[in-house]
Every structure is written in structure tokens, then in C-alpha cells.
């Protein structure tokens, strides 16, 4: 039997990896499979850098607008969804690609992870509520007081990881952390890695260059028409909560776009950072 392999192509935001991903994709006679945590939400669209409409055309993607900003999506449903849909590419072809930035997603398909309880409903708005009240300060000191663990240890400058820990752990009782899976699971695949890069000064002008496109393209109309879920967590994302704030008079126009620009290049570097600790088997060049 051919050996199956699937490759991953990852990297920080705005490095090019679903042009490249498709361009593989197409070589290949294969189909895609997205690992971004917010491209699977079908009410999101310009602000998350969807492939578009063109490219989902030429190649099948799978998790891009595969749920609702209204449904639970972590990492643990991710694995679930891409093995599933791996295999199902599996059938007709020996190669399949996933395409995306969200470390985590990456590192559970790739490793696995331990089943996380359900969170409670009740107590995820109430977190959401009051982050959207009191901001990133707030949601600091209650993970300090909540979660030592996860404040000494986890990602503490990503404000959607940040979220997610906290819920967890006052609907739990335990650290998320404490729920990351302590032995590496074997998969029936061959895994193959690609870190794309870009030196700093290119990556940076392609996000200033991104920013300023999305908004061309109505970034702020579609923020406002969203401006009624900020609370949820899938709105806890870098180029709708600038314009939310914009839209409660926090801040200039101006100033929001800046921060968008500013807020997309800062997690740019925790994307960098974290594909170089996590993807030790990562490769360059033409698989």
C-alpha cells in the first residue's frame, strides 16, 4: 500500500501560505485542509483573510466556513474534523495539505490532545462580557488569581488562549494545561513539515499592505455588522476589536487601523516563535 502523507504548510500571517498551500495543492491533484482558527466561521470573512471565492474554487478547502461564530470551536474538535477529513481525502489521493497559522490546531492534528470537559455556557459569555468591559488587564490579573499555572506558563500575550484558560479552568476546576496530552500520539500517516519565512521587513510591509487592502474592501462595514457579537470569543480577534473600539468612540479611525497593523505584527512574532519551538521536523524548500 502507498504510504500516505500529509503536508503542512504554516507560518506567520501574511507570509503567503494559501497561495503556496493551493499552488502544492494543485500539483498534487489534492485538496485542502485549513488549520486557522477563524477562517472555519462563515460570518467572518475580509477581516480573517479567507482564501477567496476564486481560489475555493480551484481547490476544495475544508474548515473555511465550516461553522458558526455562535458554536464551540478548539483544538480538540479541530483534531477530531481534520482526521476525519484527511482520511476522506486519503480515498482518492496519497497526499493531502494543511494550510494555516494556528499553532495549536497544528500541534493536535499532528500529536494529538486529551479530551477537555465542556465549559459552561453560563460562565464563557460572563468571561467574554467582561474582557470586552475591562480589556486584557482584567483578563491578566483573573488568570493570576484563577490559574498560576496556566499565568506562569501558557501564552500569555494571546488574549484568545488566554480566554479559553480561563473558562476552562472555572468550569473544571483544573488548568488547561493540565489537559494537554502527556504522550505524543502515533498517526497512520506520514507528517511532513514547511515553515514558510519572510525577512521581517517583507512580512511587516505585506501585513501594513494587507490591512490597508481589507479595509478597501469594507473591513469596517463588515465589523459592523458583527459589532453585536463582540463578546463572543471568535470576535476576540486582531481586526474586529480595534474597529469595536472604534465603534464606542475608544478611539480614532485612524488609530484603530494603526493598531490593527500594530496588533497583527505582534502576532506575527508569537506565530514566529511559536513554529520554532513546535515544528522541530519543519523543512524548506519543494516537497
Same mark, same amino acid.
Given at each position: 500500500?502507498?504510504?500516505?502523507t ?12 494559501t ?9 498534487y491533484?489534492t ?10 466561521f462563515k460570518e ?5 483573510a ?15 466556513n465550516?461553522?458558526?461564530?455562535h458554536?464551540?470551536?478548539?483544538s480538540?474538535i479541530?483534531?477530531e ?11 482518492d489521493? /496519497? ?5 494555516g497559522?494556528t499553532?495549536?490546531?497544528i ?5 494529538g490532545l486529551d479530551e477537555?470537559?465542556?465549559?459552561d ?27 498560576a ?5 501558557g501564552?500569555m ?18 488548568s488547561?494545561? /493540565?489537559?494537554?496530552?502527556r504522550?505524543?500520539v502515533n498517526?497512520?500517516?506520514t ?8 525577512p521581517r521587513?517583507?512580512l511587516?510591509?505585506n501585513?501594513?499592505?494587507?490591512? /490597508?487592502?481589507m ?16 463578546h ?5 480577534t486582531?481586526g474586529y ?13 485612524t ?8 496588533n ?15 515544528i ?8
Amino acid at each position: 500500500m502507498t504510504e500516505k502523507t500529509c503536508i503542512i504548510i504554516s507560518g506567520p500571517t501574511a507570509v503567503g501560505k494559501t497561495t503556496y498551500g493551493i499552488e502544492l495543492a494543485q500539483k498534487y491533484h489534492t485538496q485542502i485542509i485549513s488549520a486557522d482558527s477563524r477562517q472555519c466561521f462563515k460570518e467572518l470573512n475580509i477581516g480573517v483573510a479567507k482564501p477567496s471565492e476564486k481560489q475555493l474554487e480551484i481547490v476544495k478547502h475544508y474548515f473555511i466556513n465550516s461553522h458558526s461564530i455562535h458554536e464551540e470551536v478548539n483544538s480538540k474538535i479541530f483534531e477530531e474534523y481534520a482526521l476525519k477529513q484527511v482520511n476522506k481525502i486519503f480515498e482518492d489521493n /496519497d497526499i493531502a495539505i494543511m494550510v494555516g497559522g494556528t499553532g495549536l490546531y497544528i500541534k493536535a492534528f499532528c500529536e494529538g490532545l486529551d479530551e477537555i470537559p465542556a465549559v459552561d455556557a453560563k460562565i464563557r459569555k460572563e468571561i467574554n462580557e467582561q474582557f470586552s468591559k475591562n480589556g486584557l488587564s482584567w483578563l491578566r490579573h483573573e488568570i493570576e488569581m484563577h490559574d498560576a499555572l496556566f499565568f506562569l506558563k501558557g501564552e500569555m500575550q494571546n488574549p484568545q488562549r488566554m480566554l479559553r484558560a480561563l473558562e476552562v479552568k472555572l468550569s473544571t476546576g483544573k488548568s488547561i494545561l /493540565d489537559f494537554h496530552s502527556r504522550k505524543k500520539v502515533n498517526r497512520n500517516f506520514t507528517i511532513k513539515n514547511i515553515v514558510l519565512e519572510l525577512p521581517r521587513e517583507q512580512l511587516y510591509s505585506n501585513i501594513s499592505y494587507r490591512v /490597508d487592502e481589507m479595509m478597501k474592501e469594507g473591513l469596517l462595514q463588515e465589523a459592523e455588522n458583527l459589532f453585536q457579537y463582540r463578546h463572543l470569543n471568535a470576535l476576540q480577534t486582531v481586526g474586529y476589536k480595534e474597529l469595536f473600539n472604534y465603534m464606542e468612540g475608544k478611539i480614532s479611525l485612524t488609530g484603530a487601523i494603526e493598531e490593527i497593523k500594530k496588533n497583527t505584527r505582534h502576532f506575527a512574532k508569537r506565530q514566529i516563535t511559536w513554529f520554532k519551538k513546535a515544528i522541530s521536523t519543519s523543512t524548506t524548500g519543494d516537497p
